[in-house]
């Protein structure tokens, strides 16, 4: 039996061997390549018009390629489609980003003129300052406001031009602008940027009657900007569901199925509907800021349905194909990017082993076995995306869900259907105001119980499956690309699943520890707060892990020195005190990371903080009030307060001295200020090398918190004083001069990258450098 122009049709045998027709796409796949290289690098200057041009390229290479369908003699065709594709890939990828001009900056910082678009995306850096990217001749460079200026300067994208001054890249820090608006200007983008503002702003008054909670989540979904709970976002990350909530091919998809299924009620001959759904699809993406998934997914979608349209068979593999080189050209995104490995590696397991699992629906087409037949489906696909991505998922994170398995099918169709209700209440709103609101009362339940399920869901599994180690640098990625080569070779499903199951088992396995590397202490550059790592004696010890953006920046430089070290456990975490810039990492790293035991004061401020450690099953040990005790050899801390139950946060806190291998020895304080730093004083004594100030070095107002600083650097002694601090002021001058210390004593700050003190090869005493950069 053959399709139409004598295409041979997909075999319906569901017994073996129809992998080789899976893998051998009937669409042109090579030839859509080429032509959606040619159209993205001619439409590259605009937003719509290089989509408009990629589709039209499509449709007019797929209808040249229909005159030549007669020929039944393809099968070198076929046989090369892998060398072809790949190299078509790679030169995309490779040539089309060199077609901008690189801008040139000067080797020596000073004043640059700029000309650019900033993006609409900002944020505060390390340093306290108003964080954005500019795009300059397709380089994206950090630019770095005050803070006093954030309000004049438009939220949007906008076109900018004039002076800034450029600081160029160290070893540790990236390049940047530091730019003022005086100097700068700029127009608040294009008309489409501010089009699409507006759509946005109206999107939200629709939804403005719903609950906070049930506005985010819709927000999320439609064009990825709501904001969620911490409480929700963690539920769903831990079931491994967090996929559902992020801008992906899954909601694409979706919204272009049920765009085609609306306008088949339209009286339209079949290429008149095509074009509209092209139009919409387009529009939708755009809405999106043409976000990579999106686009990814629409292209794709709309590929694979104009090919259904001339009759012609098309598999996944083929649309996947299509989708990267996509992806490559129009985003200029390098192979390893985390995002496309994602969509690849899921949907490459989808096309591999996500075929249908009976044929019970057909021989007997009874409703029950029609509903059985598609829930099996939907659990062998969902089987499918998390055995190929379950290894990337694991180096990235550390952690998985493999109860996502379960979970996907179960809460999909309500996501789904959240997403097709807020879809259908934006267009009711168009076309007749006013009547929305009903569907708003409606649908603010429906997200409400969609989001209960998953915390429910969180509840009733526990904690993830957590990484042991980490293996080498690109195992997983040579690994997943040995198995879908093989897979291909061979024409084998079960290849490419024992290649992602091999793949996982690495991060299962006793973690390895280099014994080699000696004592060291690292003091992580996380902004105002605290992440400070030790390792003595072959054992890992954290204090805190906070900062004030939601313990995220702490979290990512604690898991970057894991993951280089190949271990991902910590023997012990002590919590200084309960503020949040020293434990807003806390959850994260009970979700991600291994941890043996923790040392926490016994103070009501830190019973939240208790409780999450013993649901998790971690040993805690309380340290009472004035009490000291060794946990580790080599480490003791302290309770400095004899009543430290009672006191403020700050002055109740932990301090904890490390002692390395060759007797160099660091104090770590917390947040002591007053009364803590006079207790502080009165207790320890002899000599320590290298003091982490208290209070990320600010002053104690009052004589007596200076008189007490003055007393405790005058008896230890330390030869360098650190602050766990990203500041990019010179804090030593200031120190001093308010301290009004003598002899001086060097001040290291996390302003160039995360400190690490170890101790001197060739005789006592410590060394500090700094690694690695502030902002990354």
Same mark, same amino acid.
């Given at each position: ?534 390792? %003595?004696? &072959?054992?890992?010890?954290?204090? #805190?892990?906070?900062?004030? +953006? /939601? =313990? *995220? $920046? !702490?979290? @990512? ?79 003791? %801390?302290? &309770?400095?307060?004899?009543?430290? #139950?009672?006191?403020?946060? +700050? /002055? =109740? *806190? $932990? !301090?904890? @001295? ?81 301290? &009004? ?11 160039? =990258? ?23």
């Amino acid at each position: 039996m053959t399709e139409r122009n004598g295409a041979p049709a997909e075999s319906n045998d569901e017994s073996g061997g129809d992998l080789q027709v899976r893998w051998r796409a009937a669409a042109p796949v090579v030839p859509y390549a080429i032509a959606c290289t040619i159209g993205i690098v001619l439409g590259r200057c605009t937003e719509i018009l290089g989509v408009a041009l990629v589709l039209t390229s499509f449709l007019a290479h797929e209808r040249m390629h229909r005159r030549r369908a007669r020929d039944q003699s393809r099968e070198w065709r076929r046989r090369g489609f892998l060398v072809v594709a790949t190299a078509t890939i790679f030169a995309a990828g490779s040539v089309a980003p060199e077609a901008t001009a690189r801008p040139r900056f000067p080797e020596r910082e000073g004043l640059v003129s700029i000309r650019g678009v900033v993006a609409r995306e900002h944020g505060t850096s390390a340093h306290g300052r108003m964080m954005r990217w500019i795009a300059i001749g397709g380089t994206k460079v950090r630019m770095d406001f005050s803070s006093a200026d954030s309000h004049r300067l438009p939220k949007s994208a906008f076109r900018v031009e004039g002076t800034a001054y450029y600081v160029p890249s160290t070893r540790q820090t990236k390049a940047r602008l530091i730019a003022s608006p005086a100097t700068l200007r700029y127009t608040t983008g294009s008309s489409a940027s501010d089009l699409r503002a507006r759509i946005h702003a109206r999107i939200e008054r629709i939804f403005e009657s719903a609950s906070p909670r049930a506005r985010g989540f819709i927000a999320r979904l439609l064009y990825g900007r709501g904001e969620l709970a911490p409480e929700d976002e963690r539920s769903h990350r831990v079931t491994g569901l967090a996929h559902l909530l992020a801008i992906s091919g899954l909601h694409a998809v979706f919204i272009a199925g049920m765009v085609r299924s609306t306008l088949g009620f339209l009286p339209l001959r079949s290429r008149w509907r095509f074009t509209l759904l092209c139009m919409i699809l387009v529009c939708y993406a755009w809405l999106c800021e043409n976000r990579a998934p999106v686009t990814r997914a629409v292209s794709g979608y709309l590929v694979y349905v104009a090919a259904r349209e001339r009759g012609r068979g098309v598999d996944l593999s083929s649309v996947l194909a299509i989708a990267l080189v996509i992806n490559l050209v129009l985003f200029d995104v390098p192979v390893d990017g985390l995002s496309l490995q994602l969509s690849f590696a899921a949907v490459l397991g989808i096309a591999v082993l996500g075929r249908r699992a009976s044929r019970l629906a057909r021989l007997n087409p009874r409703i029950v076995d029609v509903i059985a037949n598609r829930a099996v489906d939907a659990f062998r696909i969902s089987l499918a995306a998390w055995l190929a991505t379950a290894a990337l998922v694991l180096d990235t994170y550390g952690c998985t869900s493999p109860w996502s398995i379960v979970w996907t099918p179960i809460a999909a169709p309500g996501v789904l259907c959240v997403l097709a209700g807020a879809t259908i209440t934006c267009m009711l709103a168009v076309l007749i105001p006013g009547a929305s609101s009903m569907l708003v009362a409606l649908l603010d339940p429906v997200a409400t119980f969609q989001l209960d399920l998953v915390a429910n869901l969180a509840v009733v599994q526990g904690p993830p499956s957590i990484a042991n180690a980490f293996p080498p640098s690109g195992f997983t990625e040579a690994a997943l690309l040995i198995g879908a080569t093989l897979s291909w070779l061979l024409r084998s499903r079960s290849c490419f699943a024992a290649t992602c199951a091999l793949a996982i088992v690495p991060f299962f396995a006793a973690g390895t520890r280099d014994t080699h590397a000696g004592d060291r202490v690292i003091v992580h550059a996380v902004g105002h707060g605290q992440c400070i790592e030790a390792l %003595v004696s &072959s054992k890992r010890l954290v204090i #805190d892990c906070g900062d004030r +953006n /939601d =313990g *995220g $920046l !702490a979290l @990512r430089r604690l898991r970057e020195s894991l993951w280089k070290s190949h271990d991902n456990h910590i023997d012990v975490l002590i919590l200084t005190h309960g503020d949040a810039d020293h434990v807003a990492g806390l959850t994260r790293i009970l979700d991600t990371v291994r941890v043996e035991r923790a040392v926490m004061p016994e103070v009501p401020k830190l019973g939240r903080c208790f409780g999450m450690l013993r649901r998790a099953g971690i040993r805690v040990e309380l340290i009472s009030a004035g009490r000291d005790r060794e946990i580790l050899p080599g480490c003791r %801390v302290f &309770s400095l307060l004899a009543a430290s #139950d009672l006191a403020p946060s +700050n /002055d =109740g *806190g $932990l !301090a904890c @001295r490390v002692t390395l291998a060759r007797g160099a020895r660091i104090l770590v304080f917390g947040d002591q200020e007053g009364t803590g730093l006079v207790a502080a004083a009165r207790r320890f004594g002899g000599t320590v090398d290298a003091v982490v100030l208290p209070h990320h070095a600010s002053i104690p107002p009052g004589a007596s918190g200076t008189t007490a600083i003055r007393a405790i650097l005058s008896r230890l002694g330390p030869s360098i004083t650190v602050a766990s601090t990203s500041s990019n002021i010179r804090l030593d001058d200031r120190w001093h001069a308010t301290a &009004s210390l003598r002899p001086y004593i060097p001040l290291e700050t996390g302003a160039f =990258g995360s400190i690490v003190l170890t101790e001197r090869a060739n005789g006592p005493g410590l060394e500090a450098h700094a690694i690695g950069a502030t902002d990354r």
